[in-house]
């Protein structure tokens, strides 16, 4: 039996209206499992962009008119005709043994398109499938749902297609480019992170109807153009680590409970928006109130949360490592801040039994750098 959504997490959204989950924001919750800000926000159902805004610390994120309207061009050329395109990359580009091919649209069924009707028929579609029943191949438009946080979120995938090795394959179909073989890394992970919310919830789906979840394959079928063209290309790419990652996420979404009960009673980051929708809330209550939520800055929180701005300053202003990113942050375990990393480096702090190697290894590079951008150093290196 689900627990209903703790009332503290309503008081913390206050009078907004609550946003629910999706694809994209789903997957964003794998890119920073740390932060409690983004967690209790998310929970919440806040409005991440208007309280960064009137925090004063505005982001822009969503693609450009341009980027949108590439994509659902791109997306119709690969499946006009019945997918006939997607099809040609399946067996040239994948060597995929597919002759006969069942196309269904689960856009509408019988006239109506409301999620909860698409929801049943794509659920009865697909396990028919498993099943053996019926000549479906390839499935468009099917509606999923998740629990997430005590709340229903629809999802639909790219495409669905079935029966590859009898498994179920998630394909998503992006309009940026695989040059000779390679696509932006940024790109495709943000992509295999979006498909991962569309296995679970597959997987959610099927086993509610008695069907073993692992049918549900957690290699995805990413589509895009080929170098500079609009001719498709794929690849299958393994996400088996970002599904097991998004599931933990989604069970700490499940357990925010325990993170309620380290925030001080009465905290809310409700805007109390007047009638034409602008914040009566003084700007600075609104800061402290965010201030009083650990976060857990990394530099790419820049590229997926609109609170990133924010917690950058507040890193900044703690002179946190994590401003500085994982790469800067992984060797130095165990050191938070510039100030101790600058102190241990110079001498002048003692270290710990644990940060003694560490202290070591700061100094030696301190020395080098000393050595480096010397007077003599310099003036030697100018007379060779």
């Known amino acids: 039996m689900k627990v209903a959504p703790d009332n503290r997490l309503d008081a913390l959204r206050g009078s907004a209206t609550r946003l629910n989950f999706n694809a994209r924001s789903l997957a964003a919750l794998e890119n920073n499992p740390r932060c409690t800000l983004r967690s209790v926000l998310d929970a919440s159902g806040s409005n991440k962009q208007d309280i960064a805004e009137h ?64 929801h049943r028929e794509t659920a009865r579609k697909l396990v028919a499938a498993v099943n ?29 297609a079935f029966k590859f090795g009898d498994k179920l394959h998630v394909v998503e179909i992006k309009s940026f480019p695989v040059v000779d073989g390679q696509a932006d890394p940024a790109l495709v992970k943000s992509a295999t992170t979006q498909a991962c919310a569309y296995i679970l919830a597959l997987r959610s789906m099927l086993a509610a109807h008695g069907v073993h979840p692992e049918i549900v394959s957690d290699r995805i079928i990413l589509v895009g153009p080929k170098n500079f063209t609009n001719r498709p290309t794929g690849a299958f790419v393994d996400a088996q680590n970002q599904v097991k990652n998004l599931a933990r996420q989604l069970e700490r979404i ?131």
Not at 104 to 115: A, C, I, N, Y
Not at 136 to 152: I, S, T
Request: hydrophobic content about 40%.
């Open 132 to 160: 053996g029943e019926g000549d479906g191949l390839l499935y468009d438009h099917p509606l999923l749902r998740l629990e997430v946080g005590g709340q229903p979120v629809f999802l639909e995938p790219d495409l669905v």
């Open 254 to 384: 499940e357990r925010v409970s325990s993170q309620l009960d380290l925030l001080p009673d009465g905290i809310t980051f409700d805007l109390d928006k007047d009638e034409r929708g602008r914040p009566r809330r003084p700007q600075s209550e609104l800061l402290k109130a965010l201030e009083l939520v650990p976060a857990a800055y990394r530099p790419d929180c820049l590229n997926h949360c609109e609170m990133a701005f924010f917690c950058r300053s507040r890193a900044r202003a703690c002179r946190s490592l994590d401003v500085l990113g994982p790469v800067v942050t992984e060797p130095l375990g165990g050191i938070d801040t510039t100030s101790m990393a600058l102190g241990l480096a110079h001498k002048r702090l003692e270290p710990s039994q644990e940060q003694v190697e560490i202290a070591a290894a700061l100094r030696h590079a301190a020395w080098l750098r000393a050595e480096l951008t010397s007077p003599r150093s310099t003036s030697a290196g100018g007379a060779q």
């Open 55 to 118: 925090a004063g610390y505005r982001t822009q994120f969503g693609q450009s008119i341009f980027a949108i309207t590439r994509g659902n061009t791109f997306e119709k050329m690969v499946k006009a005709d019945g997918c006939a395109e997607l099809l040609r990359v399946l067996r040239e580009v994948l060597d995929l043994p597919i002759s006969q091919v069942g196309y269904h649209d689960l856009d509408e069924v019988s006239g109506v398109s409301s999620p909860s009707v698409r």
